[in-house]
Every structure is written in structure tokens, then in C-alpha cells.
């Protein structure tokens, strides 16, 4: 079985401030990774996928990710944060069917 | 196409009450995922379909939650006599066949009183 460790399930950051939030995962064979986003009372839409190619992968809203193979991870990063990014945030992989972390919160502050 | 479409959005029931979630995914997508999340949680995996074959279900699916997808269009979620523990948003996803890019619907947000 696949399983995903998000490190921070709470994330501060202040307005325009770079942000990272982390993501590792545990898996013997390839995999897809993916973050998605959540706002409250809402499904969850898909910001970022790696599939195979190149390790860094950009995505939606200003958001990047890096695949890192020997350390098992893909971290989610974003150089400037804006208050409507304030919502939670999943890493996922997938092998025949998603597998999320817990989950993190990232509240961008005025 | 307008995405992936869950109803209700919200459904208060009693203790007991049997309910029923819908889920129409994309047109063209085989696969369709059925997930819990839980407040302050990820979303678990309950069960997926291809096409019509309901291809594996997690252990969380006790055996009061069926769910069916007859013509391989449209899906069903059924609760039998529920529990409060079984207050959960509930997720549909749908991709093609590989899951290289999933589709979520707003999900139904169950409450059990």
C-alpha cells in the first residue's frame, strides 16, 4: 500500500512571502504525484501532476513542485503568496487509486 | 461538460435513515472513485469502478455502504441504516482509464443526527 506524509499540517505565511509546503511519500514502484487544493465546503481541484519528465512541474495559480526520487518527495512551492491561496491543501499519489496525505492548512496572512 | 456533478450538496438525516448519493462523472471517463473525508482529514478511498465493474472497495466500505454504477454512466452511494460516525463529506472523482488527471465534484456533505 502507498502512503503519503504531509510534514506541516499548519502552514503561517504572510502576504507575498515565498511558501513551501512539504510532501513525502513511500513507494517501492513508480507512481503519479499530484497536490490538489480545497476551499471550504468545496471538492478538491487539481493544481499540479507529475506523471514521468521532467521533476519540476508547474502548475496552476503560480504554484510549482519538484519530484525528488531518492528522497521520496514533492514538495509544493509558490514564490509569492496572495490571501486567496489560503485554503487546505493534498498531496496525492496515485497507483490504481489516489492515496492523500492528511493534509495542510496554509493561511496567507495581511 | 460542466465537471463532475454530486447531489445532493447536503443531506441532514436521522439515525437509522437509509440515503442515497448520485454522482454523474465526466462523459468519456471509465473511471469513477468514490472517497470519505472527514473534518481536519484527507480523503480515504472507499471504492472505484470501471465502467460498470466495481473494482475493488476499501475495508472502510462496511457492509451497510453498497454503491453500484449500472450503465457505467452515473454512480449511487447508499448508506443503510447510518450511524453519526458516518458523517462525512463524500467524494466523486472520475478520470480515464491510468488517472493521470482526476476530476472531483463538490462532494455531498452527510450529517446524522
Known amino acids: 500500500a502507498q502512503s503519503v506524509t504531509q510534514l506541516d499540517s499548519q502552514v503561517p505565511v504572510f502576504e507575498e512571502a515565498p511558501v513551501e509546503l512539504r510532501c513525502n511519500y513511500s513507494?517501492?514502484?513508480?507512481?503519479?504525484l499530484f497536490w490538489y487544493v480545497q476551499y471550504p465546503n468545496q471538492g478538491l481541484q487539481l493544481l499540479l501532476k507529475?506523471?514521468?519528465?521532467?521533476?519540476l512541474v508547474k502548475g496552476i495559480n503560480g504554484f510549482e513542485a519538484e519530484f525528488n526520487k531518492s528522497q521520496t518527495s514533492f514538495h509544493l512551492r509558490k514564490p509569492s503568496v496572495h490571501i486567496s491561496d489560503t485554503a487546505e491543501y493534498f498531496c496525492?499519489?496515485?497507483?490504481?487509486?489516489?492515496?492523500f496525505g492528511t493534509g495542510t492548512s496554509l493561511t496567507v496572512i495581511p | 461538460d460542466t465537471g463532475v456533478s454530486q447531489d445532493p450538496r447536503h443531506k441532514i438525516t436521522k439515525r437509522g435513515q437509509n440515503v442515497t448519493f448520485r454522482c454523474d462523472p465526466i462523459?468519456?471517463?471509465?473511471?469513477l472513485y468514490w472517497y470519505r473525508q472527514t473534518l481536519g482529514q484527507g480523503p480515504e478511498f472507499l471504492t472505484y469502478?470501471?465502467?460498470?465493474?466495481?473494482?475493488?472497495k476499501s475495508r472502510l466500505l462496511s457492509d451497510r455502504f453498497s454503491a453500484e454504477r449500472p450503465k457505467g454512466s452515473f454512480s449511487t452511494l447508499e448508506i443503510q441504516r447510518t450511524e453519526q460516525g458516518d458523517s462525512a463529506m463524500y467524494l466523486c472523482?472520475?478520470?480515464?482509464?491510468?488517472?493521470?488527471?482526476?476530476?472531483f465534484g463538490q462532494g455531498t456533505r452527510l450529517t446524522v443526527v
Open positions: 507529475y506523471l514521468s519528465g521532467s521533476t
Open positions: 496525492a499519489v496515485y497507483r490504481d487509486q489516489f492515496y
Open positions: 469502478f470501471q465502467n460498470e465493474a466495481q473494482l475493488e
Open positions: 472523482a472520475s478520470s480515464l482509464e491510468g488517472g493521470a488527471e482526476a476530476f
Open positions: 462523459s468519456e471517463h471509465n473511471r
Open positions: 513507494s517501492s514502484v513508480s507512481v503519479y
